[in-house]
């Protein structure tokens, strides 16, 4: 019984391990991609995302800071992210 327990935590870290560091993997086409492609690909698939304008560039910030963390998105898919919904304030 103990070395099932083992067993299942060794899995359990091994996968929370791959799984947290493909967060900050940026490939190579998420790097090509405009924000406003990634903005589509990201925030629509999970929920009916606001569009640029909609928010005062801090208030993207907050967003951007959040939406990074909850939906794993890397830091520099969330930087052209934020630069797209900012662009309407401009």
């Not at 019984?1 to 359990?12: A, D, E, Q, S, Y």
């Not at 090509?32 to 560039?57: I, T, V, Y």
Request: charged share 15%; hydrophobic share 45%; with cysteine.
């Amino acid at each position: 019984m103990k070395k099932i327990f083992i067993m299942i935590m060794l899995i359990l870290v091994t996968v929370i391990s791959i799984v947290s560091m493909s967060g900050c993997y940026v490939s190579k086409n998420a790097a090509s991609k405009s924000g406003a492609q990634l903005w589509a690909e990201n925030c629509n698939r999970c929920h009916n995302a606001p569009g640029p304008g909609e928010f005062s560039d801090a208030n993207w910030d907050i967003v951007g800071t959040h939406m990074q963390v909850r939906a794993n998105i890397s830091k520099t898919e969330i930087n052209k992210i934020m630069d797209f919904m900012k662009s309407a304030n401009n």
